[in-house]
């Protein structure tokens, strides 16, 4: 209880923090703040389905069901925090560049990703038996896994690329206010902090699940 | 028993034969798909007229109809052995990776055979020739490959679940999207004689991926 009072704590002194004492980027003005979003959401979303495709090869492995509830879990948060980057960078872009959808590579490749976790829990749902669910949901993300490094970084080389990138991630040297980024890491920190316990609750569930069905 | 012949030459010939002869038996897979892929071009071509000035649409439009033509006779190599309850038999006389590899040689053949038809078929009534022969047919060739290995494998998975074929589509589509991508891209820079080097590395790189991981996940499939 107390934990989730702290974490309540944390997410909203990052996001005052993000109002009031982060300054804005001069092209962005206000829009800055969508980072604060955007940023810890798209990057949460690769860590989740990371560890969705942990848990995958590690129940292909060990035949533990409890691998299969935390790579369940994680990738359907996973693909709710997709939503929150997809949306936000949707109503940026439309504040930025004056169109919601530009199929630009980024944009390109999260669509990616919410179809593959879309199709993955689609799977899910259509397979009778729960070690055969865990296996073949198992197979299907390892797939998913070898196609997901050639829809984020080689189709979209194949496109031109139109991302503006240099604005908030110049290479190595980040050109980025050093407050802008330590809010943005706050930010980060606690939604990781969302994530991991919402994953928690729902590997309980499913563990609650399955022993009142053995029972 | 397996054992013995798991995985040699003559375990993968002997499916790819039994394949071969359980489809010309009914010939409904191959019907289906070149039935498929005529009516589509036909829609196509009655719709647009000739596109031969505009090698992005024509890239475009012959792949999803060589795609969305294949896409469910790909599927349905492992999906006929479980409807007609003989994967167990099957299963019993040879290892995965020699049925898995069997029926990959098999749905490439497939694919081959339909592309005969519905290359031809798409270049004549939509646009001209290609303009480079030689990168046209490598990246048809690597991109049927890519094609094949992905279905193959996503195929075997969708056998064993209710709704096999609604969801077959919806599955395998996000995989097959970088096939997808790098041939459309390829057969277009083809044709406005750009090299498509980056693309057949692409296809390549892809295909091999998946072979590699099928050889790897079979074993996982059939466990019950």
């Given at each position: 209880m107390l934990l989730r009072m702290l974490l309540f704590a944390w997410i909203a002194a990052a996001l005052i923090a993000g109002f009031l004492w982060a300054p804005l980027v001069p092209v962005l003005g206000d829009t800055t703040r969508v980072f604060y979003f955007h940023f810890p959401a798209a990057l949460l979303t690769c860590v989740a389905f990371g560890w969705s495709t942990l848990h995958s090869v590690l129940y292909l492995a060990r035949r533990d069901l409890a691998h299969d509830a935390q790579a369940a879990g994680a990738a359907e948060l996973g693909l709710l925090f997709c939503v929150v980057a997809t949306l936000s960078g949707s109503l940026w872009a439309k504040a930025m560049?004056?169109?919601?959808?530009?199929?630009?590579p980024r944009e390109t490749s999260i669509f990616f990703l919410m179809l593959i976790y879309g199709a993955y829990l689609a799977l899910r749902s259509a397979v009778d038996g729960e070690a055969r669910r865990a296996r073949l949901a198992a197979i299907y993300s390892c797939v998913a896994f070898v196609a997901v490094p050639f829809l984020i970084?080689?189709?979209?080389?194949?496109y031109f690329s139109l991302h503006p990138e240099p604005v908030l991630?110049?290479?190595?040297?980040?050109?980025?206010?050093p407050r802008i980024l330590l809010v943005a890491a706050a930010m980060f920190a606690g939604e990781t902090a969302l994530f991991a316990w919402m994953l928690a609750l729902r590997v309980r569930v499913a563990r609650l699940a399955r022993a009142r069905e053995g029972a | 028993m397996p054992s013995a012949s798991s995985s040699s030459a003559a375990a993968v010939w002997a499916i790819l034969r039994k394949e071969c002869r359980s489809e010309w038996r009914t010939r409904y897979g191959l019907n289906a798909a070149l039935l498929f892929a005529i009516a589509t071009l036909t829609a196509v071509s009655f719709a647009?007229?000739?596109?031969?000035?505009?090698p992005d649409l024509l890239a475009a439009l012959l792949w999803i109809v060589l795609l969305f033509a294949s896409l469910a006779a790909l599927a349905h190599t492992f999906v006929r052995e479980v409807e007609g309850h003989t994967l167990t038999l099957l299963r019993l006389t040879a290892s995965p990776t020699s049925i898995a590899l069997g029926k990959l040689l098999f749905n490439l053949l497939f694919l081959a055979v339909i592309e005969l038809v519905a290359v031809p078929l798409d270049l004549v009534l939509?646009?001209?020739?290609?303009?480079h022969w030689g990168r046209f047919l490598a990246v048809l060739a690597l991109g049927s490959v890519a094609l094949a290995g992905t279905a193959t494998l996503v195929g075997a998975i969708i056998a064993?679940?209710?709704?096999r074929g609604a969801l077959f589509a919806a599955v395998s589509l996000p995989v097959l999207l970088p096939v997808l991508a790098g041939a459309v891209s390829g057969t277009r820079a083809q044709w406005s004689g750009a090299p498509v080097g980056a693309e057949l590395r692409l296809l390549a790189a892809y295909g091999a991926a998946m072979l590699g991981l099928s050889l790897v996940l079979y074993d996982h499939l059939w466990e019950e």
């Open positions: 560049w004056g169109s919601y959808w530009n199929w630009d970084f080689v189709v979209p080389r194949l991630n110049a290479r190595g040297k980040p050109d980025i206010d | 647009v007229g000739r596109l031969g000035d505009r939509l646009g001209g020739p290609p303009l064993q679940t209710r709704g």
